[in-house]
């Protein structure tokens, strides 16, 4: 039997940005209420694929990044008890998501500043998951039927580009990258992210700009829903073109073009991975000419 | 990114459909849609299908029209195609997904159930009513339920075992041992006891999950016979596989076709009761895990419990086994085909050797499921090993098994004493021509030929005959 695959998501939960997004002048509103009942939805049909499936869900608030659920914990006593009509665990993780959200909301009280979202904190921590970091720990993972294969990260992005965020967000794929797993990125609303862009190119996942809001089941389950082994058969739409600007480092503003160092570019060009990326991952980049850089000097 | 090689790994086992599947295959339209109308049944039906159909499931499910063939098969890749027909073809015998050239849309009954297990919510009821709390009575721990669930399902295979070997076990219920019989498991001659079938011999070797869907089909069979209806048999298995370990249902809601399964279930360790007039069920693990792929019985393979501890097995290259293991069920499974040496309370040592592992080929063991049973219940420590039995030892007992094969007979006839050469070369001509010839010497002018070419032959000679007189 085939094993089963372990997916966890992000939400951007940034309330600014959901009250933009359910304004009527968009061209197909969506607010967060409709949004959270189309990805239970979805994630129910993760469950439902398989018993042994597993995930997580984190969300990232204005300056805080929170794990809303987690298969692998035990199931809270609050939980209302189970009815006839519907199947346990989807109750669990619905009950849970949604009050953990709630919760977090209200933990937000009023604040005159909306401090940026905290995505990479959740990517971070999706990261540092079990589920997902075991595969890190033992060399011979393939074989233990703990470590589940294919793991995957889906994000749910509201919120524009944070240039400040570039090198941990750049960390955070190559972490991802050297832990197999693959990341998805759903821009559901604002426009195109680029360094989001560059984490789906980098990992093999799939970056989806949802043009039609109202089908956002639709896109998930059509797009996320399949574990990448599956992608192999049913195609899953990727980009053509992918945005790979890097931010510079002394300004944190995304550049056309970069400069970089010439004492580290010419001694670390060997062991870079994609020739677009070395400016980003070996070295520093500048928005104006530098000779030397303070390192090497 | 997986490449294509673990594509194919991952995909070609998945190919071997559910046992359930070819029997849901040959019911009626009637009957399936019965059942699609509970929303546990197509849940469960849906855990049951490969992941490629749960995929198409799923994109058509929250489509309220049906969209064209060509829009659909545009999403797969042209190396995908035949699995993705035969996904196709393997709903389309389900009445999930009715087969047409034009457009696709899932069974509207199916997607309407189906819709709602996933959201929840309706009344069908279909996940089974919970019992309300009872003060007086403590409910049953998970640990005691899988107890029970070990004894009853251990009992069974127990009885099985030892039926060959003369020791006498405690006996599993009546309707237990007409199951074992109705299968071909278990024969009994001439109101003698019991004795297991070769068949039984390798049902002994499978996977508990496997095990249990054999017997459980054997009863949907044995059911149909019984004049039970079939679809309230089977959403009560799928309503049983969506219920929760260590929690008590009621009966209340059953149909008396579905309580009568109860006592059946019973037997078998899939519920427990506390008495059979009980108002009351819990489901064990051997029920909750039909429709995955977890062990039913967690701690009956371990020492330790926990799907890790699984192995017990080490094979050495030098024919030595050591298992360790106290259960006496899986001594007894291993002393079908091996010879053992030593016991010890937590350790059994043995050998393959040519004589115990053709007793187990004539009690119609396979050499590939001897293979096998000893892969699952490898040791962790032999995990470590590529490939993961010594190929000495796997090979050895390939040809052992050959050797059996080295005499093959057929049923013929032997055409001699011919007249003349020429006699001789003209019926042998026929013969060949016919391609029925087995085995033939020119210089004694004999030939066997088998026996369905015979009639023709003996025509042929006869006609010869008469012609020439």
Same mark, same amino acid.
Request: contains cysteine.
């Given at each position: 039997m085939e094993k089963a695959s372990h997916l966890s998501v992000i939400l951007d939960l940034s309330p600014t940005q959901w009250h933009l997004s359910a304004q009527s002048s968009n061209q197909y509103p969506l607010s967060i209420h409709s949004f959270l009942s189309q990805l239970l939805a979805f994630l129910n049909a993760h469950i439902a694929s398989k018993h042994e499936n597993t995930l997580a869900v984190f969300g990232a608030f204005p300056g805080k990044s929170v794990m809303l659920y987690s298969s692998t914990d035990p199931v809270a006593d609050d939980v209302p008890p189970a009815d006839a009509n519907s199947y346990s665990s989807f109750k669990v993780v619905d009950f849970t998501i949604v009050r953990s959200i709630m919760n977090e909301f209200d933990a937000l009280?009023?604040?005159d500043e909306e401090p940026p979202c905290a995505l990479v904190g959740a990517l971070t921590k999706a990261l540092c998951c079990k589920s997902i970091s075991a595969h890190f720990h033992s060399p011979n993972a393939v074989e233990d039927p703990a470590v589940l294969p294919d793991p995957r990260i889906l994000i749910l992005s509201v919120s524009p580009d944070l240039s400040t965020s570039y090198i941990p967000i750049m960390n955070s794929i190559f972490s991802a990258q050297k832990l197999k797993v693959t990341i998805d990125v759903c821009k559901v609303y604002g426009p195109d992210a680029v360094f989001l862009q560059q984490a789906a190119h980098l990992t093999g996942g799939s970056y989806i700009f949802l043009e039609r809001r109202d089908a956002l089941l639709q896109y998930l389950t059509m797009s996320f829903l399949s574990p990448p082994a599956l992608r192999q058969v049913l195609a899953v739409p990727k980009q053509d073109k992918i945005d790979f600007r890097a931010a510079c480092f002394c300004h944190k503003n995304i550049v056309d073009v970069g400069f970089v160092c010439s004492v580290c570019l010419s001694s670390n060009h060997i062991l870079f991975y994609v020739v677009k990326l070395w400016f980003t991952y070996m070295c520093t980049v500048f928005c104006q000419p530098v000779p030397v850089c303070s390192t090497c000097r | 990114m997986p490449s294509l090689t673990t594509q194919s790994e991952t995909l070609t086992p998945e190919s071997i459909p559910h046992t359930l599947l070819p029997f849901l295959q040959s019911q009626s339209q009637n009957t399936l849609t019965r059942l699609y109308q509970r929303p546990s049944s197509c849940f469960s039906i849906f855990r049951l299908t490969g992941p490629l159909e749960r995929q198409i499931i799923m994109n058509l499910l929250w489509l309220e029209s049906a969209i064209p063939i060509a829009t659909m098969s545009a999403w797969v890749i042209r190396e995908g195609k035949k699995l993705y027909d035969a996904a196709l073809t393997t709903l389309a015998n389900l009445h999930i997904l009715p087969q047409s050239n034009v457009k696709l849309a899932l069974n509207p009954t199916f997607k309407a159930s189906f819709r709602q297990a996933i959201t929840g919510g309706g009344n069908s009821s279909s996940f089974g009513v919970p019992a309300e709390k009872d003060d007086k009575r403590s409910t049953n721990t998970v640990e005691t339920l899988d107890a029970y669930a070990l004894e009853r399902w251990e009992t069974i295979l127990h009885y099985m075992v030892s039926s060959g070997q003369g020791s006498l076990p405690t006996k599993p219920s009546q309707g237990v041992l007409y199951l074992l019989q109705r299968s071909g498991l278990m024969t009994q001659n001439h109101g003698s006891a019991l004795q297991i079938t070769s068949a039984g011999f390798q049902f002994l070797l499978h996977t508990p999950h496997d095990q249990l869907w054999d017997l459980l089909l054997q009863y949907l069979h044995m059911a149909e016979e019984r004049q039970m209806d079939l679809v309230e048999v089977l959403s009560f298995l799928f309503m049983l596989s969506t219920m929760d370990l260590g929690r008590e249902y009621s009966t209340?809601? #059953?149909s008396e076709t579905q309580k009568a399964m109860l006592e059946d279930l019973r037997d078998y360790g899939l519920v427990w009761q506390r008495k059979a007039t009980s108002k009351r069920f819990s489901p064990t693990r051997l029920a909750t895990t =039909? $429709?995955?792929?977890? !062990? !039913? =019985? !967690? +701690?009956? $393979?371990? +020492?330790? &419990? &926990?799907?890790?501890?699984q192995g017990f097995i080490v094979l050495e290259t030098n024919y030595r086994i050591y298992a360790y293991t106290d259960k006496p069920l899986q001594t007894a499974v291993l002393n079908l085909f091996i010879t053992m040496k030593y016991r010890f309370p937590n350790l059994v040592v043995g050998m393959l050797t040519r004589e115990s592992v053709k007793k187990a080929l004539s009690n119609g063991i396979s050499a590939e499921q001897i293979i096998s049973y000893l892969t699952t219940h490898a040791h962790p420590q032999m995990?470590? @090993? @590529? !490939? =993961? #039995?010594p190929v000495t030892v796997q090979d050895q007992i390939r040809l052992w098994e050959l050797e059996r094969n080295r005499l093959k007979s057929e049923e013929g006839y032997l055409y001699k004493d011919f007249g003349s050469h020429a006699d001789y070369e003209y019926v042998l001509n026929y013969a060949k021509q016919l391609d029925v010839v087995l085995w033939e010497n020119t210089s004694r002018r004999c030939f066997f030929g088998s026996l369905d070419g015979h009639t023709n032959i003996r025509g042929f000679i006869e006609r010869r005959t008469n012609g020439a007189v």
């Open positions: 009280g009023n604040l | 209340e809601g #059953l =039909l $429709t995955s792929s977890c !062990p !039913p =019985l !967690p +701690t009956s $393979t371990g +020492t330790s &419990g &926990g799907p890790q501890s995990r470590k @090993n @590529n !490939p =993961l #039995l």
